[in-house]
């Protein structure tokens, strides 16, 4: 079967606000500066502290760490040498950023004095306080974090291949600088010609569940930009009920895409490819089948906890978060709820919401300032809201600046910034401010 959407309409009007956005980028330090501030207080102990992961989180609590504990261990346990700038892949993906952009070294941003083991975790062995590499190491500990991030699970997607993103139509912006680049270079090819595009999402929680809608908001303008958009029609099939977790988004995201005439599909969820045959399988909640003819996929794979988590017994064990093995922490003070001596942070949390970058920005002062409560004896102090955040792309050179918290209420953090509205600023922020704020978030200076 074979879908059409409705046909495509003209782009929104320019921002009559980027003089004004402009004028108020002067402020952009403020922004890396102004939430969270590292706790001034040290601790004096000899306790160990392995780190699992060396991201964005694992990196941004053992900068605070070392200033905040005197004379204790810290170990980070994580193979990948490459620190790669996550949220910059849609702009790699989109033709904005060159691939360079998005990449740096780790060794960069590990604060001085700590240990890397430069191996993955195999086993969580909570029970014994300790963890296993894949070189077979035992490392023991006194206290854990968990900063492993999420597993991109593109084997439940029958045919699909990663070598083969960049070719046939094929685009994927998750899984490494390197396919973000390719996913450009097939949209590039894709909006010469124009044709049907088929932009996909699923059932599981997502680290940026903005990224999806981003990558069909900028499809789309590229193809209005080529002249192709009235050869073409772009759909977005998601495997849920809607198309973004917090309803005012959703609705506002659903107005824009029935202004700008993309098609949206609900409750199909991609089970298959024939990449050679730019054919892809869908199925409802009934299990029925339909397969879809296209000329450009975009894939975004389910997600779900590192199997070295989810295996574990670290993992939740029922309700909403058992299903994809993340970790059980309680939300507000993200202590595990069976293990006081492990924390967890970042993406692999089972928590409501909250896999993003900016999530890590406010949640690793609390996990490092929880953690040193608890290694001094006392019981954790601070409580996280599950502030969650991206600049929604909605085309070249303009953005909606979307903040929330655990329970999906809006919560603008910038006065410059409605929330809903899209700016020139928001877009600038995107480009250029973020990276900055992001490495000072690493750096644990914010
Ligand atoms: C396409 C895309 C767009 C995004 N856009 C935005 C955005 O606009 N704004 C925003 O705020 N966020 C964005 N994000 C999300 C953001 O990058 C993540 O939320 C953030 O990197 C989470 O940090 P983390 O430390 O939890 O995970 P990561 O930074 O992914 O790090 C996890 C680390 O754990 C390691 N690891 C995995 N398994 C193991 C193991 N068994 N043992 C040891 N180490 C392990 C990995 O090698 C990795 O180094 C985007 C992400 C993507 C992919």
């Avoid at 921002?15 to 706790?39: E, H, I, N, T, V």
């Avoid at 996280?384 to 979307?402: H, K, N, Q, W």
């Amino acid at each position: 079967m074979t879908r059409t959407s409705s046909p495509q309409s003209a782009p929104p009007p320019t921002d009559p606000g980027r003089r004004r956005w402009m004028a108020a980028l002067g402020a952009a330090p403020a922004l890396a500066a102004a939430a969270g501030s590292a706790r001034a207080d040290t601790v004096k102990t000899r306790a160990h502290i392995v780190i699992a992961g060396s991201g964005l989180g694992g990196i941004a609590v053992a900068n605070r760490l070392s200033k905040r504990l005197d004379g204790a261990r810290i170990t980070i346990v994580d193979a990948k040498e490459v620190h790669n700038y996550q949220p910059g892949y849609t702009l790699v993906a989109t033709g904005v950023w060159p691939i360079d952009k998005v990449s740096d070294r780790n060794a960069d941003f590990h604060p001085h004095g700590i240990e890397w083991v430069k191996e993955m975790v195999a086993e969580f062995a909570p029970d014994t306080n300790t963890v296993v590499t894949t070189g077979g190491r035992k490392i023991a500990y006194d206290f854990l974090i968990v900063a492993t991030g999420v597993h991109l699970d593109y084997a439940q997607i029958e045919g699909m291949d990663l070598k083969a993103i960049g070719s046939n139509g094929l685009g994927s912006v998750y899984p490494n600088a390197e396919a973000a680049l390719a996913t450009w270079n097939a949209m590039d090819t894709f909006r010469a010609k124009g044709g049907a595009a088929v932009m996909t999402l699923p059932a599981t929680p997502l680290k940026c569940a903005g990224a999806p809608l981003k990558m069909t908001f900028m499809l789309r303008d590229r193809l209005h930009q080529a002249g192709t958009l009235k050869d073409s029609r772009v759909t977005f099939h998601s495997a849920l009920s809607n198309v973004f977790g917090v309803k005012a988004v959703n609705d506002n995201v659903l107005q824009r895409w029935k202004d700008l005439g993309i098609g949206v599909e609900y409750t199909q969820k991609l089970v298959g490819v024939d990449i050679g045959a730019r054919k892809a399988v869908f199925a409802n909640p009934e299990g029925e089948r339909s397969t879809v003819s296209y000329d450009y996929l975009h894939v975004v794979p389910p997600m779900r906890a590192p199997d070295a988590v989810k295996n574990s017994p670290l993992a939740w064990k029922d309700g909403p978060f058992a299903a994809g093995g993340w970790l059980e922490v309680d939300k507000g003070t993200l202590q595990h709820r069976r293990y006081p001596n492990v924390f967890g942070l970042g993406d692999i949390n089972g928590t409501p919401r909250g896999k993003t970058a900016a999530t890590v920005k406010k949640s690793a002062p609390i996990v490092a300032d929880n953690l040193v409560q608890v290694i001094a004896g006392r019981s954790p102090a601070e409580t996280f809201d599950g502030y969650t955040s991206c600049p929604l792309i909605v085309r070249e050179g303009s953005a909606m600046l979307i903040e929330f918290d655990y329970e999906g209420r809006l919560t603008p953090s910038l006065p410059m910034i409605e929330p809903l509205q899209e700016s020139y600023f928001a877009w600038l922020m995107k480009v250029r401010m973020l990276k900055p704020a992001y490495q000072a978030v690493l750096k644990g200076r914010v």
